[in-house]
């Protein structure tokens, strides 16, 4: 198993660029996450699916858009980049059930994306 | 929402010491909480976890406890190493909700 995958590692955007941040796992998980990690506020939700065709908005949705066609994958979409967007980017998957309920699965991360925005 | 809290943000201990890491939620509902401990550069990974139905848990050098009815947890390491030296991050999950994690504790482990 590759656990959760992120694509790219490292990405520079000029301001105004769009792009997609690739998410994907083969554990067969039903929840899948967006955070982002920047220096001294830990961990803050983006956006979350709980299944295929299902998604909603964190803590700090505003600036990126999510979809979820497929259970394995679960790409991040920055619609017009601006430096405030400069952060390290982590997806993370864990076990719900196909209605969200929690099974007290903890989550797992991929090595993240680091996005500078010039 | 639910609210975590984390102290201390930065703790210092000479190797072989012991290390303590609090944290509280505010929800009541919470009832699972994960460790995570992120080294420079690398991605979260988790250590240690505890569901609201048990007060304590270990695994080698460490251990988590929990207080429902004060609403905090805290993680235990003892006889630390230099590579237990990382950032260390709590969680709280109510069940069917979203994960919400303490803002982090970066612990030095000093030889």
């Known amino acids: 198993n590759a656990g959760v995958t992120q694509t790219p590692k490292f990405q520079v955007l000029k301001t105004g660029q769009s792009m997609t941040l690739q998410c994907a796992q083969d554990m067969n998980h039903e929840y899948m996450s967006w955070y982002r990690q920047d220096p001294g506020m830990g961990l803050r939700l983006i956006h979350y699916?709980?299944?295929?065709?299902?998604?909603d908005q964190g803590e700090v949705p505003n600036g990126y858009n999510v979809s979820r066609s497929t259970t394995e994958d679960f790409p991040l979409r920055l619609l017009s980049a601006a430096p405030s967007q400069t952060s390290v980017y982590f997806c993370?998957?864990?076990?719900?059930?196909?209605?969200?309920?929690?099974?007290?699965?903890?989550?797992?991360f991929g090595n993240g994306t680091r996005l500078t925005v010039t | 929402g639910e609210n975590v809290e984390q102290h201390p943000s930065t703790l210092s201990v000479q190797e072989g010491d012991s290390a303590v890491i609090k944290c509280t939620y505010s929800d009541s509902a919470s009832n699972y909480f994960p460790w995570y401990k992120q080294e420079l550069g690398k991605r979260p990974q988790l250590i240690i976890d505890?569901?609201?139905?048990?007060g304590e848990k270990k695994d080698q050098r460490i251990a988590v406890t929990l207080n429902k009815t004060a609403k905090h947890f805290s993680l235990h390491i003892t006889e630390t190493q230099p590579e237990d030296s990382a950032v260390y991050f709590c969680?709280?999950?109510?069940?069917?909700?979203?994960?919400?994690f303490g803002p982090g504790t970066r612990l030095s482990v000093l030889p």
């Open positions: 699916s709980v299944g295929a065709g299902i998604t």
């Open positions: 505890i569901r609201s139905n048990v």
């Open positions: 993370a998957s864990s076990r719900r059930s196909t209605r969200g309920s929690s099974y007290n699965s903890p989550l797992h």
């Open positions: 969680a709280a999950e109510n069940y069917g909700q979203n994960f919400v």
